[in-house]
Each structure stands twice: as structure tokens, then as C-alpha cells.
């Protein structure tokens, strides 16, 4: 009978507090009364700095404990949803609230090994006012670790399809603790703003998985303007500096390679490159992924190369970020072969050419002396031809001139053949 209503009791108890049956069944074969749990109260949110929300809660004052451990489950539903338990009866979530923030917490009962959740209790936070699709769109942010050791930050955003022609965007950053808006903005035609850039930051550079939290609203006299807010992983966004004192050199067949890894708070081992090598002789693309900030390749000694390298932090460290620009091109080689020919080639058409117009040239005054000391003139073509022989040879000289001409131009379209193998 007793047993009967304990069933009872845990059958409806676990029904009640919605939970899975596994728990309840569990409550049946121990045989004791289970403590009932309650839900917490005064659950609230708040907002304590841009993108943040504090949840707070207190326990129930009616809950039994019975030397239990009392914990709390928070369910964040909305924008992101996430669940994880506490013990504490508060705690601070950064997420982007522009659309409201929505989340439940209950209290978990730890009793004799057995855990047991009581309702859950909800709240909420309201969007952000402002009028539709007046919020910014295409939000992208870089970081960038200058020389002194400070983080840049530039971001860039299209205004909202909605957006008032009238409309002035504000860019605000916030990193930890520290809020600031943008020194420095860039405008479209309407010179609303559209571009923002901080050359210096309190973004630590060595740190890991660091959220940045960019909020960006607006005033205009047409509309609302409704705020935008976004995080970003610090390493996600943070564009690699280019490496640094980059060496090339060849020795025989061999492309030897040696550079500095960027500027950066991150040890060597953390980078990796690629290396972008083109054979300028036969037009050959290659790009080569690396880990050490050294290598030596087999080339083709005959061909001229062009080099660039550029770098990322890889997995080892952290996530890794924006590729590096690429460094300035460094030629290496020379293409020794093809000039060789190329000379052989020039060579011979001088030559040749050279030739040809002194053979022309004999040719010409050959024809100057005839046209000098003409041969006894026909005085009439009924008369025969005296000197056949004479006049024949007479003819022949300009027309074998011209084509000694036809060859000094052959010549030159030698050369320009020549050009084209370059
Ligand atoms: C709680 O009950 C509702 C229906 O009342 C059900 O949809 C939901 O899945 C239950 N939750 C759990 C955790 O059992
Ligand atoms: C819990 O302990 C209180 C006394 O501290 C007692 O009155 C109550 O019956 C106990 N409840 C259960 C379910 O054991
Ligand atoms: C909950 O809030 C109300 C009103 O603000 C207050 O009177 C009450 O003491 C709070 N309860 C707890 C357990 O803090
Ligand atoms: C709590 O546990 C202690 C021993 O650990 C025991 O002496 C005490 O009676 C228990 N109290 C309740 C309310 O169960
Ligand atoms: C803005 O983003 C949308 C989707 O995220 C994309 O389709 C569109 O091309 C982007 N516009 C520009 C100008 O980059
Ligand atoms: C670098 O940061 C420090 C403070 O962290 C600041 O005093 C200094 O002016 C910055 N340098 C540059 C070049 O921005
Ligand atoms: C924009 O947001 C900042 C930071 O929350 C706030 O100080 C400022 O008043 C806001 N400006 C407008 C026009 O809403
Ligand atoms: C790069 O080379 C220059 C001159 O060769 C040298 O002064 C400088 O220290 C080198 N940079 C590093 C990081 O070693």
C-alpha cells in the first residue's frame, strides 16, 4: 500500500516536473521520498555592456534540500541556443542581442546520485527598436598587428536596403571591458558612413578565442535606425603580417629559401607559408605549402623564376586567421639557354644581312659602271642585238638586287621571329 502510493507519488512527482522517464522509474526502485524541486525566482536579464547579458535568478525559498546539491540548468534559446548547468545563481553571456535574447533556467536537485529538474523559468529581452532593414548588412572586420605591437581594426558594412539617405551610422567596438567608437569613418555618396578604421585598439594580440564585439546603430530624421551587432573570434579575423627578410638564392640546381616569420606575439612553429613560385621560361605555376620558414627546391637552372611567399598562423596555435598579403616579388636564374640561341640566332642574321647588302652593293656599282660606260646603244629594233650577251648581263644586275633586298628583309623578320621566342 505504502509502496503503491510512493509509485503514485514519484509517477506523478516526475510527471509534473516534466521529466524524462528514465528519472522516474529510477525514483520508483529506491523507495524513498523524493524532495520536491522547484523552480528558481526573480529570474531577470540584463544588459551590462554592448552584446552582454547578465542572468540572475535566486533560489526558491520554499526548496527543501535534505543534504542535496542544488545546481541550475540554463537553456539559452535564442540567438544562439546553448545549455549548460551551474552552481552559481548568476552568469554573463556575450551574444548579439539586435534581435532579443531568450533563455530558461531550472533548478537541478542532486540527491543520493540521482538528479532531478524542476519547471524551468523563462525571460526574455525585446529586439532592439528600429525600423526594418535599417540595419546594416555585409558586416567584415580584419585586425591587423602593427609594428609597435598594437592591434588595428578596420571594418566595413553596406548600409541597410532601408536605410533614409539622411542616415549617420556609428561604429562601436568593445573588447573585455573596454567600449570605444570609431575615430575615423569612410562615407558612401550620401556620405553616410560605410567604412571604419582604428589604428590602435586594446585588442591584445597573444590572446586566444577572444570575442570582439562590433555594434553599429544609427540616427537619421526619417527612421529608426535599428542597431547591428555581430562578434567576432579575434584569431578568425586577424589578417597574418608578411614575412619578413626574405633570402634567395640558387646554388646549381638547387632554389635555396630562407625568411623571418611575420611580426607577430606567436612563435615560428605557429606559421605556416605558402609559396608561390612561376618558371617565367615556360609559364609553370606552382604554389607550395610549407610549415618551416626554410626550404630548398630542384629547379631548372636554365629557367628565371618569380617568388612569393606568403604566411597564416596554422592549427597548431590557435585558429587560424586571414592569409598574409603576398610579399614583394623576388626574381631568382636567368635564362641562360635562351639567350645563348637567341645571340647565336642575332648573330647570324647580322652576318647574313651584312652579306646580302654587300653583295647588293658590289651588284649596284656593278650597274653604275654599266650605266657609265653604257654598252654600244641599238639604234633601232630593227637592227639586230650586237651584244646579246652584254645587254642580258646588263638586265639581270637590279633584278638580282631586288631580291637581295627580299632577303634583307627576310633578315629582319628573322629577328622579329627571333622576338617572339622569348
Ligand atoms: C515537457 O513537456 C512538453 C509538453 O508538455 C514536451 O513537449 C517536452 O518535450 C517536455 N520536456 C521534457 C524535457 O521532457
Ligand atoms: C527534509 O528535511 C526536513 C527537516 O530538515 C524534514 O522535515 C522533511 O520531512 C525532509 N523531507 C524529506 C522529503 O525527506
Ligand atoms: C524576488 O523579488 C521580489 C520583488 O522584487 C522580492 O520582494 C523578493 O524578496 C525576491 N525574492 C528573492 C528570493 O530574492
Ligand atoms: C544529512 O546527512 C548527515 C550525515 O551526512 C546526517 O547526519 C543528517 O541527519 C542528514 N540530514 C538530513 C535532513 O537528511
Ligand atoms: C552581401 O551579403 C549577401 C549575403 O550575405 C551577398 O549575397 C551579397 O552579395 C553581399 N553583397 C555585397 C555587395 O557584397
Ligand atoms: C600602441 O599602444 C599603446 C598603448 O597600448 C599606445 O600608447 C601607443 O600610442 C600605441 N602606438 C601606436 C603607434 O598606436
Ligand atoms: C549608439 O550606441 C551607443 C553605445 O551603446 C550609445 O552610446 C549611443 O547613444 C547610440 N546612439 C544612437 C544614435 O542610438
Ligand atoms: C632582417 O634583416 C635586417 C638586415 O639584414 C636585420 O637588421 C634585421 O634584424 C633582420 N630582421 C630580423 C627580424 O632578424
Avoid at 282 to 311: E, H, P
Avoid at 342 to 370: D, E, G, K, P, Y
Wanted: charged share 15%; net charge negative; with cysteine.
Amino acid at each position: 500500500m505504502k509502496l503503491f502510493a510512493c509509485i503514485a507519488l514519484c509517477l506523478q512527482t516526475g510527471f509534473a516536473l516534466n521529466n524524462s522517464l528514465d528519472w522516474t522509474l529510477m525514483d520508483i526502485f529506491v523507495f524513498s521520498i523524493p524532495v520536491q524541486v522547484l523552480p528558481p525566482v526573480n529570474f531577470t536579464l540584463t544588459v551590462s555592456a554592448l552584446a552582454q547579458v547578465l542572468l540572475q535568478w535566486e533560489p526558491n525559498p520554499a526548496q527543501e534540500q535534505n543534504n542535496s546539491t542544488i545546481r541550475y540548468d540554463v537553456k539559452i534559446l535564442s540567438p544562439e541556443p546553448e545549455e549548460y548547468d551551474t552552481s552559481r545563481t548568476q552568469s554573463v553571456r556575450t551574444a548579439a542581442l539586435h534581435n532579443g535574447f531568450c533563455a530558461r533556467v531550472r533548478t537541478l536537485l542532486l540527491q543520493e546520485g540521482l538528479q532531478r529538474g524542476s519547471d524551468w523559468v523563462q525571460g526574455h529581452l525585446p529586439p532592439l527598436p528600429g525600423a526594418a532593414e535599417t540595419s546594416v548588412t555585409n558586416l567584415s572586420c580584419v585586425t591587423h598587428v602593427t609594428i609597435p605591437g598594437n592591434v588595428s581594426l578596420h571594418c566595413s558594412w553596406l548600409p541597410g536596403p532601408g536605410a533614409p539617405e539622411d542616415t549617420k551610422y556609428f561604429l562601436f567596438y568593445r573588447y573585455e571591458t573596454h567600449t570605444e567608437e570609431c575615430p575615423t569613418y569612410s562615407k558612401d555618396k550620401w556620405s553616410r558612413n560605410i567604412e571604419c578604421r582604428f589604428s590602435s585598439t586594446q585588442i591584445q594580440p597573444g590572446e586566444i578565442d577572444n570575442l570582439i564585439v562590433i555594434h553599429i546603430n544609427g540616427s537619421s530624421k526619417r527612421a529608426a535606425i535599428k542597431p547591428f551587432q555581430q562578434l567576432f573570434n579575434q584569431n578568425a579575423i586577424e589578417k597574418v603580417n608578411i614575412p619578413r627578410n626574405i633570402s634567395i638564392s640558387l646554388q646549381q640546381n638547387h632554389l635555396l629559401a630562407t625568411w623571418e616569420k611575420p611580426i607577430s606575439p606567436f612563435h615560428e612553429e605557429c606559421f605556416e607559408y605558402e609559396f608561390y613560385l612561376i618558371n617565367l621560361k615556360s609559364g609553370n605555376k606552382q604554389i607550395l605549402s610549407l610549415s618551416s620558414s626554410s626550404f630548398q627546391l630542384r629547379v631548372d637552372a636554365s629557367s628565371r623564376y618569380s617568388i612569393r611567399i606568403r604566411a597564416n598562423l596554422n592549427h597548431i596555435c590557435r585558429a587560424p586567421g586571414v592569409w598574409s598579403d603576398w610579399s614583394a616579388t623576388n626574381y631568382i636564374g636567368q635564362n641562360k639557354l635562351e639567350s645563348s640561341i637567341a645571340w647565336i640566332l642575332t648573330l647570324l642574321c647580322v652576318s647574313t644581312s651584312c652579306m646580302l647588302l654587300l653583295v647588293a652593293i658590289l651588284c649596284q656599282i656593278n650597274h653604275v659602271w654599266t650605266k657609265l660606260f653604257p654598252p654600244i646603244p641599238t639604234p633601232s629594233n630593227k637592227f639586230r642585238d650586237p651584244f646579246p650577251i652584254d645587254y642580258e648581263r646588263a638586265r639581270t644586275c637590279p633584278s638580282s638586287t631586288e631580291t637581295e633586298v627580299g632577303s634583307l628583309a627576310e633578315g629582319f623578320s628573322c629577328s622579329v621571329l627571333d622576338d617572339s621566342v622569348f
